[in-house]
């Protein structure tokens, strides 16, 4: 029989269990698997990987931007990039400068320099960051973004694409001077935490900067050409291809070339343009042998794969319809199996010591600097060739057995199909041309850009492929991001209104394209 | 019943997804009075099952707390008896409810030629044309005639597909107590080779009489369930379906292919060289494996200190401990989720659950000669930990054909998470009946719960509900026999997930040459969240008329959520893309139900009983949040929530397409709502009839209206298999290489349009022609497909079930020693009808990852029961 005793001491135990099992709570939802803390290094190596591996992408998300910059036709189905549709961007790598803020927050324990290389680092990311932004929309949040964890600003203003101009070019040059007072960092998967390296590379993508400001160069605020002299001659920049920025891959795991073949069932789609393979036929470029694979057509009716004739490439505006029939006749060059059958590829740089030298050269040609258009020119052809010849192996299916050796590559920019020749602007155009043929399945998008600040090389307009609207033009930006339509549509708005007339069309001309 | 929306799924053991009211989660299933964490409804024998009683709005919520929140499923399984009892219950499968079909004119390939590669719009079969082709036999290249010699490649891949599930259970019941176990087995041979799944289940459970005042109860439980392979279904998985009917053609034939090895374990026999396998090789080598182990335990003890008390202290816990397998050979070319140098992968999880009750109750009766009175107080804790921890092996095997992690190229991966909660709970109930006339029901309970933060930690939600019996009031008519009256008004809350106020940086291991990568969140977690809640009333009427022979069910509910826990969409360019907040958008879920039950026709012989029943309702938005509301056109105040949005075609003012300038129709760039997603009202219609000893069941439901996206429908035109497709213009490009195809539409002469930031028109100043340009029918089928990029209306009725039952006369059993035999023939997913909806299943609601097709099943049940020593039985 159970008494009146026991039963209250059952009440009591239950009360009990009931409060004590409360102070245990915390414990119990939190995560011991989790992390409250990181490292600067692992910071690092993550913003470091976010501006290269996660943004040069991989399989047909690689080509993609490829299709946009006209090197690359796709027989999928026709797909938008190739076709000039553009729509909205995302401002989703803001929230990579977080990382940078905590990266920043985790540097008082290690030594001064040391940390200086870390904050030095930051800066780029910022820059770099802002600048991607900035490319593709005009005006965005600058000095009021970032701070939803910090002040609770979950609505930033927009500020003009200026303002945002010269912040980019002041934090560089913050970003100079702390690596100039760096030392090595960890974490760094491109130059192994070098400081000078990274000096060399913030200075060269400032010239790559005010290159894109080229329209501006009356603008006091800005001082376009003083800026680029005061680099070119006080700091240091790219010298040779030991320092492009480039990443480096192998055969790992997620470490491969983004476009090998396991597990790459998009293989079978890439097709090389016409404007890409015409203009190697025309200068005898022998990196056409490095770039493509021969038509199976033009190999069947007789050419070998060493001449020039057995390439064929694709017009990337020719309707669907007709691309289709050409991949199914099998009629036109793919991208070389290098490409697809070495893991390793090869690098792909950023921002490489060819186009530096290209920068250079333009900006000689445009009488900002001193110095010889065509001895900048020639190095960066130069650089370019030795770049590709160096990251191929001595196998007939990668070189065709047109092999660019050193004597080829020293004579090569002085021939006369590729010398600078004729009045400045013809001589940008050669400039121009020849970049876009060093970054061939190099620095994505950067083609586009280039394209889109001079015009050069010329894309052609189909109307009747054409999905831009109207189907006369290319298009000029991206549209703004739909989270900032619906989540801050106050400044977004306001932004629209006072830069295209409230239109957020994809051909509105933006500051930085404006006379 | 009404208001209760099953959404069967014709996946392989895949348990059907139950929604009441709308909700938004399945109801908590609570097994004699235990709300286990992880036993669900597969884990249970149907032979074992007393009762089911279904509790919906937040009545739940008071007895269960949280959980309860969706609504309730309370099962009371089986006690005492006498005897032995056997089921057999045994489905066959009996065709097809919704088989795609596919064109059988073209073969694989792009642009009009054959082309192993990819895609169906390839050439014209079956007119003597030569193409290089594999050979299965031969394992080689050769040169063979285009011919849909594949035309039903899906129906010869099909296996008939089985489910036998058997019963038997013994029983004896005692002045002292009683006990009874059960075992059962289910044997399920799925539509795909090597698709099959055996499940076990044991119980056993006893009642005890220690004394005149104290019972114990107890049941204990066992399952387990291994099937070999589960992979094959649906879109993501690249799959069957994916393969065979949607992206490859008709041109050869599966069947030849089912010695899938040209090398074992190295290289497949099959045709394509990317994207697709030998669909005999997914079957037996691209395995996904899975075992299930579950217990449970249930202790209860009830004792009666004095009349009209009950003191009830109840442990209840289960604990499961699972793995699954995967694995694949080298050489495949699906490798979506898998490898294409073979893997092997192990993942375990166990974790347990703990519901421990402690209630105190009093009920008197006729209390000063016209009150009843019922009393609840007690507290409860429900505790629950999960962890896992897997490994799979990185960039390969190194011996072909050893499946393990000890063949693995690069170190393998390995990870884990542990996971852990506890509720604490006290609750009260109070019943009240005046003269058997008047009912009113009073709770309260509160909470503190481990996932919130400690100051919102705890949280109360009281509940109240009353009922009238009119008649005893009014003078009603004799034909009417009852008429009822109801009303409630409940509060129910929720707690956060586990972890979810912890801010964590995302670390990625080894990411690149060793080197180690940290992550800040993107979404914020500044906010002290608090519980998020639901107030609901209802008001409902039930009246019984003409002897109980007819019984109309009226009810009318309104929910209210506020407090909502979102993590909320906020720009990117604040650094961050989501953040975790009460918001103070709220809504408001408003519904009818309805239900009619008739004894239509009662003879001596005859009898029949129908049922139907019918629900509506919508979810609105009652406030916006300035800030976190998503600026857009048709989030709005009084708005519907279930918008269904697409990216619509650019259009002239009279809603024609407007087309390019080469002839192909031109999306727009701002999204637009074109309907709604939720069904306009679901029903349903029951009948059981009886002649004499034979019984017979017939149930239709169905719903009608709303949006779904009918994705079968939808790609099949981008893959160029879908039947439509097969038309004068394909003949015309393919065989005559004529474009002739002209898009039904507009196209702009001059002029242009300008859009505000809405997508609204701001600016027009286009005119239009008639589209007269002529362009590829394969280029314009796939970019325009069904005109409306698959929303569809998903409006189905189905015979459900067709049910012919015998039970053998008691006079004639017992003669062979039972007391009780029965024996019964049904037909499930007999009869499918819809209106725009083709290809799939619309009864899972979802489309969007290919469901299998909806087999028919035909079962053949059996059902004795033997008697001991002439007790009662059960």
């Not at chain 1, 015009?455 to 492929?465: C, D, T």
């Amino acid at each position: 029989m159970i008494t009146l005793r026991i039963k209250s001491t059952i009440a009591c135990i239950a009360v009990t269990v009931v409060l004590a099992s409360c102070t245990h709570f915390e414990d119990l939802n939190t995560n011991p698997d989790g992390f409250t803390t990181a490292t600067p290094q692992m910071l690092a190596t993550k913003l470091i990987l976010d501006i290269t591996r996660s943004d040069i992408s991989s399989q047909k998300g690689f080509m993609a931007n490829f299709m946009r910059d006209k090197y690359i036709l796709w027989s999928e189905f026709a797909q938008g990039e190739q076709y000039n549709r553009i729509d909205r961007t995302s401002f989703g790598n803001f929230t990579r400068l977080i990382d940078v803020e905590k990266m920043i927050g985790l540097t008082d324990e290690l030594d001064q320099e040391v940390a200086n290389s870390y904050k030095g680092l930051s800066y780029f990311m910022r820059a770099y960051t802002f600048f991607s932004a900035t490319m593709q929309v005009g005006d965005i949040p600058y000095s009021e973004a970032l701070k939803g964890e910090r002040e609770g600003n979950v609505k930033p203003r927009y500020d003009t694409q200026k303002e945002v101009f010269i912040g980019i070019l002041n934090e560089l040059d913050e970003a100079n001077r702390l690596f100039a007072q760096g030392a090595n960092f960890e974490g760094d998967v491109i130059y192994q935490g070098d400081p000078v390296k990274w000096q060399k590379m913030v200075n060269s993508f400032a010239l790559k900067v005010l290159i894109n400001l080229y329209r501006k160069t009356a603008d006091s605020d800005l001082r376009v050409v003083e800026r680029f002299n005061d680099i070119l001659n006080n700091r240091p920049i790219f010298e040779s291809n030991a320092d492009n920025f480039q990443l480096v891959y192998s055969d790992q795991e997620n470490q491969r070339y983004p476009f090998h073949k396991l597990g790459n069932q998009f293989v079978i789609y890439p097709m090389v343009s016409d404007i890409l393979i015409d203009r190697l036929k025309a200068t005898n470029d022998y990196r056409l042998f490095y770039y493509a694979s021969p038509s199976k057509v033009q190999l069947d009716n007789g050419h070998s794969s060493s001449d020039f004739d057995a390439y064929k490439g694709t017009d990337p505006a020719i309707p669907y319809a007709g691309l289709s029939a050409i991949h199914s006749s099998g009629d036109y060059s793919g991208v070389n199996a290098r490409y697809t059958e070495i893991p390793a590829g090869e690098p792909i740089s950023l921002l490489s010591y060819a186009q530096v030298q290209f920068l250079l050269a333009e900006a000689a040609v445009r009488g900002w600097i001193e110095g010889d258009a065509q001895t900048y020119y020639a190095a960066g052809i130069q650089g370019a060739m030795q770049s590709v010849a160096d990251h191929t192996p001595n196998h007939p299916s990668y070189h065709h057995n047109r092999i660019m050796g050193d004597a080829y590559i020293e004579a090569f920019p002085a021939t006369n199909a590729v010398k600078l020749t004729g009045a400045a602007e013809h001589q940008i155009e050669q400039i121009i041309a020849q970049k876009y043929v060093s970054t061939y399945l190099q620095s994505p998008l950067n083609a586009f850009f280039e394209n889109r600040r001079t015009g050069y090389p010329e894309f052609p307009i189909n109307p009747a492929s054409n999905e831009n609207i109207p189907a006369d033009r290319l298009p000029i930006r991206w549209m703004y991001p739909s989270d900032e339509v619906s989540y801050n549509s106050e400044n977004v708005n306001e932004a629209i209104n006072r830069q295209y007339n409230g239109s957020d069309n994809v051909n509105e001309r933006m500051w930085l394209l404006k006379d | 019943m009404a208001g209760l929306w099953i959404q069967n799924s014709t996946e392989f053991d895949e348990s059907p997804d139950i929604r009441l009211r709308g909700g938004s989660s399945n109801p908590l299933l609570v097994i004699d009075g235990v709300p286990y964490g992880n036993m669900g409804l597969r884990q249970i024998a149907p032979d074992d099952i007393e009762s089911i009683d279904v509790l919906k709005g937040a009545t739940a919520s008071a007895l269960y707390g949280v959980r309860g929140g969706g609504g309730a499923i309370i099962v009371t399984t089986k006690s005492g008896g006498n005897g032995i009892s056997v089921n057999s219950n045994n489905m066959f499968f009996a065709g097809y409810l919704a088989l795609p079909e596919v064109q059988t004119s073209y073969s694989a390939g792009l642009g009009g030629s054959y082309n192993s590669i990819d895609y169906v719009w390839g050439d014209k079969l079956d007119v003597g044309i030569m193409e290089e082709q594999w050979n299965p036999e031969t394992k080689q290249f050769e040169l063979m005639e285009l011919t849909s010699r594949g035309r039903d490649n899906l129906k010869n891949f099909l296996e008939p597909g089985i489910v036998t599930n058997n019963n038997i259970s013994f029983a004896r019941s005692g002045d002292i107590g009683s006990v009874r176990a059960s075992l059962n087995h289910v044997y399920n041979k799925g539509q795909y080779p090597n698709l099959k799944l055996n499940r076990l289940n044991a119980t056993i459970s006893g009642q005890l009489k220690l004394s005149e005042k104290l019972e114990l109860k107890s049941h204990i439980g066992y399952n387990r369930s291994m099937t070999p392979q589960i992979t094959g279904a649906g879109y993501g998985d690249q799959g069957y379906i994916y393969q065979l009917l949607m992206w490859t053609g008709p041109e050869y034939d599966v069947t030849k292919f089912r010695d899938y090895w040209v090398v074992p374990n190295e290289q497949q026999n099959w045709h394509y060289k990317a994207w697709y396998d030998n669909p005999y090789l997914i079957a037996y080598e691209k395995l996904y494996g899975r075992e299930n182990n579950m217990t449970n335990v249930n202790l209860t003890s009830d004792y009666k200190p004095f009349e009209g008390a009950k003191v009830t202290a109840r442990v209840g816990y289960d604990f499961y401990s699972n793995e699954d397998t995967r694995r694949n050979p080298p050489g495949i070319f699906s490798t979506r989720g898998w490898h294409a140098n073979g893997m092997f992968g192990q993942y375990q999880s166990r974790g347990f659950s703990l519901n421990t009750d402690l209630l105190f109750n009093y009920g008197k009766k006729k209390l000063f000669n016209t009150l009843d009175i019922d009393f609840t107080a007690g507290g409860t804790i429900y505790r629950y930990e999960d962890q896992s921890l897997s490994g799979a092996t990185r960039s390969g095997l190194i011996v072909p054909g050893v499946y393990s992690l000890n063949n693995s190229v690069e170190r393998p991966d390995v990870w884990t998470s542990r996971y852990g909660k506890q509720v604490n709970s006290l609750l009260g109930l109070a019943s009240f009946g005046w003269k058997d006339a008047v009912f009113l029901d009073l709770t309260g309970r509160n909470d503190w719960s481990s996932t919130l933060d400690i100051t919102t930690r705890s949280y109360f939600y009281p509940s109240v509900s009353g009922s009238i019996l009119l008649e005893e009031f009014f003078k009603l008519p004799t034909w009417v026999g009852m008429w009822k009256l109801r009303g409630s008004w409940a509060v129910s809350k929720q707690d956060l997930g586990v972890y979810a106020t912890n801010v964590n940086y995302d670390i990625s291991q080894g990411a690149w040459d060793g080197l180690n990568t940290a992550d800040y969140p993107s979404g914020l977690n500044t906010s002290v969240i608090k519980p998020q809640t639901n107030r609901t009333w209802e008001a409902g009427t039930a009246i019984y008329v003409l002897d109980n022979r007819l019984t109309i069910d009226l009810a009318y509910y309104n929910v209210f959520n506020y407090n909502r826990q979102l993590s909320s969409t906020i720009p990117a360019s604040s650094g961050f893309t989501t953040t975790l907040i009460n918001t103070n958008e709220t809504r408001v879920r408003r519904g009818v139900e309805v239900s009619l039950n008739a004894g239509v026709l009662k003879t001596r012989n005859f009898t029949w009983d129908a049922a139907v029943n019918w629900a509506t309702t919508h979810q609105y938005y009652k406030e916006l949040d300035p800030v976190y509301s998503p600026d857009n056109l048709w989030t709005k105040v009084g708005g519907r929530v279930d918008n269904y949005t697409i990216t619509d075609w650019l259009r002239d003012p009279q809603g024609r397409v407007i087309h390019t300038n080469g002839g192909l129709p031109q999306q727009g760039q701002y999204a637009s709502a074109i309907g709604y997603s939720d069904p306009k009202f679901i029903g349903g219609f029951t009948n059981s009839f009886t002649f004499r000893d034979f019984d017979l069941q017939l149930s239709f439901d169905g719903r009608v209206g709303g949006l779904l996206y009918n994705y079968t429908a939808y790609k099949m035109w981008d893959t160029g298999s879908h039947p439509d497709s097969d038309n004068q213009w394909r003949y015309d490009e393919v065989v005559n290489g004529n474009e002739s195809f002209v898009g039904n539409g507009v196209k702009v002469v001059s002029g242009s349009v300008s859009f505000d930031p809405y997508g609204r028109i701001t600016e027009d100043t286009r005119t239009y022609a008639p589209n007269d340009v002529p362009v590829s029918y394969e280029t314009y089928a796939r970019r325009f497909a069904d005109g409306r990029f698959g929303a569809t209306d998903p409006t189905f009725i189905k015979i459900r079930e067709l049910a012919i039952g015998y039970t053998v006369p008691r006079s004639l059993s017992e003669r062979w020693g039972m007391s009780r035999a029965r024996i019964s023939l049904t037909a499930q997913n007999v009869f499918l009808w819809t209106k725009d909806f083709r290809f799939a299943d619309p009864d899972w609601n979802a489309d969007s990852d290919l469901t299998s097709p909806s087999q028919r099943f035909i079962g053949l049940n059996l059902n004795f029961h033997l008697a001991n020593d002439n007790q009662p039985n059960n």
